[in-house]
T-cell receptor
Framework: KNQVEQSPQSLIILEGKNCTLQCNYTVSPFSNLRWYKQDTGRGPVSLTIMTFSENTKSNGRYTATLDADTKQSSLHITASQLSDSASYICVVSSNSGGYNKLIFGAGTRLAVHP | NAGVTQTPKFQVLKTGQSMTLQCAQDMNHEYMSWYRQDPGMGLRLIHYSVGAGITDQGEVPNGYNVSRSTTEDFPLRLLSAAPSQTSVYFC??????????????FGQGTRLTVV
């Protein structure tokens, strides 16, 4: 069964600190891996998308890594800001019949405190 | 750019009532989909469409109907609401890109409560 598991479930850090969120997946066939940020009461917004051949991708203070051999990904947030408080969702795309189906993790809820 | 627009943002229904959740996109995307998000779980695919006139079931389609008469609109119908359908519903649209990756854009969600 296709699954995406994220850890930790929730995390509290102080403003200015770094943190790393983890994602493990068992999805086949694999097309790409995405990280989304979801603010409370809003829809998910894409941060990064990585294909099989990419092992790192950055978007400002967000850096995602992908190890396709171990089927693991991480999202590193540098110098956290209060606005980083949100849920971060790992999503694996699997191409089935020409349509990219998205398999979502349950998310990591990050709280950044002053 | 409006992107993906969902209406209403909040809705309370009584068990057995019917309603339609609206979704519209102005990006001329081929693909549209509906998800539900429940506490402690990832978003789950309800129905999707790869173009006008073409729809298919996702992971949790029971109790929901969809149609796609135009590229822009993809309404989700609840024929007889049940408390188990209490959830937050997201509509998304994306496009196919030859040799590349299709970005998915999400609406702001509809929070539905069935009592």
């Amino acid at each position: 069964k296709n699954q995406v598991e994220q850890s930790p479930q929730s995390l509290i850090i102080l403003e200015g600190k770094n943190c790393t969120l983890q994602c493990n997946y068992t999805v086949s066939p694999f097309s790409n891996l995405r990280w989304y940020k979801q603010d409370t009461g809003r829809g998910p917004v894409s941060l990064t998308i990585m294909t099989f051949s990419e092992n790192t991708k950055s978007n400002g203070r967000y850096t995602a890594t992908l190890d396709a051999d171990t089927k693991q990904s991480s999202l590193h947030i540098t110098a956290s800001q209060l606005s980083d408080s949100a849920s971060y969702i790992c999503v694996v795309s699997s191409n089935s019949g020409g349509y990219n189906k998205l398999i979502f993790g349950a998310g990591t809820r990050l709280a950044v405190h002053p | 750019n409006a992107g993906v627009t969902q209406t209403p943002k909040f809705q309370v229904l009584k068990t057995g009532q019917s309603m339609t959740l609206q979704c519209a996109q102005d990006m001329n995307h081929e693909y549209m989909s509906w998800y539900r998000q429940d506490p402690g779980m990832g978003l789950r695919l309800i129905h999707y469409s790869v173009g006008a006139g073409i729809t298919d079931q996702g992971e949790v389609p029971n109790g929901y109907n969809v149609s796609r008469s135009t590229t822009e609109d993809f309404p989700l119908r609840l024929l007889s609401a049940a408390p188990s359908q209490t959830s937050v519903y997201f509509c998304a649209s994306s496009y196919s890109r030859s040799g590349g990756v299709a970005e998915a854009f999400f609406g702001q969600g509809t929070r539905l409560t069935v009592v």
